[in-house]
Each structure stands twice: as C-alpha cells, then as structure tokens.
C-alpha cells in the first residue's frame, strides 16, 4: 500500500484534521511491470530483423558488391525481413486499437455465416500450398453483436493457425447451443495436426507467447495472434477454448451470445 497523509483546515476555523489515504499499489505494479516486459519484447522483436537487414546491407555495400546472384539473393532475404517487421507494426497497432476499444460494447448485427466462410476461403490458397484441406460447416443464421472488422480477425486468425501449426486437415464449423445467460453461437475450428502440450495452452493468449519460436517466425507468426483474438473476444463478450492432445490434433472454439432476432428485423411472412 502507498501511504499519503495530508492536513485538511476546517471551513469554520474550529482547528484542523489529518486525512489518510490509502492506495493499493500492486495492481498498479503489476500492470506497470507488464509494459516494461512488452515494450521489452517488442522492441526484441523489432531489433532482430533490424540486425539481419543492416548486416546484409553491409555486405552488399562491401564483400558483395560486385556479385550479381548474391545480391538477388540477399536482397530476396531483406524483402522477407522487411515484410516481417511489417506484420509485426500491423499486429501491435491492431493490438493497441483493440485494448482501446476493449470497454465499447459492439454495437452491430453481425451473421458469423457468411463472415466465417469468406474467411475460409481466404485460407483456401495457402491451405492448398500446404496440402491442407479445409471444409467449413453450418446451416442457418448465427447472429451475433459485433464489429465485422474485429470477428474477421478472429476467425482468420484461428483458421491460419490450424493451417500453418495444424492441418492436414482442418474443420471449421459453426453451431448454436443453449447457454446458461440464452442462445451462443459456438464457431469450432479443428485440426488433426501435432497438437499443443498441456503446459503451454493456458499461456498461448500471452503477447509474443509461442511454443516453437523459431517455428512460428519461419511460418510468418509475430506471436500476437491469439493475444488479438483474446482482447477481440473481451468486447464481444466471447470466450475462447483450446483443447489439445499431442500427436492428435487442436480443437479452438469461440462461444459468443446470440444476438436475439429483433422482432422489426425479422422477414415479413410470405404472402400465400
Ligand atoms: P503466431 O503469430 O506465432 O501464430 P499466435 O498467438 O497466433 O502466434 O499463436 C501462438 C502459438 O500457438 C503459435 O506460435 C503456435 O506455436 C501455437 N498454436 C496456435 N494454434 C495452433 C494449432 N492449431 N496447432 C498447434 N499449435 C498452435
């Protein structure tokens, strides 16, 4: 606890009383620790392509001047550096706007339909890349309060992962339940790939958070993802789960309240 002790003169002049106030720093602490670690880490993260592209312009104004095939291929190198470091500008700002946005409740109908399966068949090149099929399911409406640009996020972000660390194959499929607070709509995306160990899962939401870190750099990953996804799913009221099981496969679903249809929004009945 911070302690400040401070006077405070009575109006009417009948003398003078203390006033003790009383702070509990450890919340405060422990969020201030948290930037220092993350400022830390991004900056970590940034320096390392930084390194490789300033090493590789020094060769090229140096020992590799002269070599033609060299310099397209350095110069191939730096492009995926630079593009890496880009990813990476894109996630943290995409980050930082989400947490801004974190406490405004979204405010539009969404149908997760449609918006899933336009972000399946965004997959559907890089899935092919990889020799990984992808299938999407789901009959109906699945309404849900949302912000479109936020849900697309979530949704490509979950598929991409069940390509790029999952696969071969990978389901995707929507379905509504009854939940304890009414109707959720549940979005699964599951894959039969090597799986998660037990230990990690709890800790994959965390910033920079990876299981293989060399793996995920390779794939393109800034280890930011599933970090959006969670704070997306903290405004929508959502929940995420992850279940794993080594050497069989990764089930991530999201669960989100239904949007209740709204009487005005209904279709008009069909005339006979
Ligand atoms: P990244 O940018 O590295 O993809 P994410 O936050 O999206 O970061 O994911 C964190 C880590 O979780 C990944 O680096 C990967 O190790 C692991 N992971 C996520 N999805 C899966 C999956 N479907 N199968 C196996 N590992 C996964």
Known sequence: FEVQIGPIAMPDGSGSSVVLFLRDLT????LE???VDFVANASHELRTPLASLLGFIETLQGPARDDAPARLRFL???RTQALRMTRLVDDLLSLSRIELREHMPPTRTIDLGPLTR???DAQVPLAAERGVTITCA???RFPVLGEADELQRVVENLVENAVKYGGPTVAVSLARQDGSHGG????TVQDDGPGIAPEHIPRLTERFYRVD???SRQQGGTGLGLAIVKHSLNRHRGRLV???????GTRVRVVLPERAAHPAAEPPPASA
């Open 242 to 248: 992850i279940e794993s099981t080594l050497g069989e």
């Open 33 to 35: 620790a948290m930037r």
């Open 27 to 30: 919340s405060a602490r422990r």
């Open 118 to 120: 336009q972000m399946v």
């Open 76 to 78: 191939a190198i730096m």
């Open 138 to 140: 789901g009959e109906g």
């Open 213 to 215: 870190t060399a793996s």
């Open 184 to 187: 959720e709509i549940v979005l």
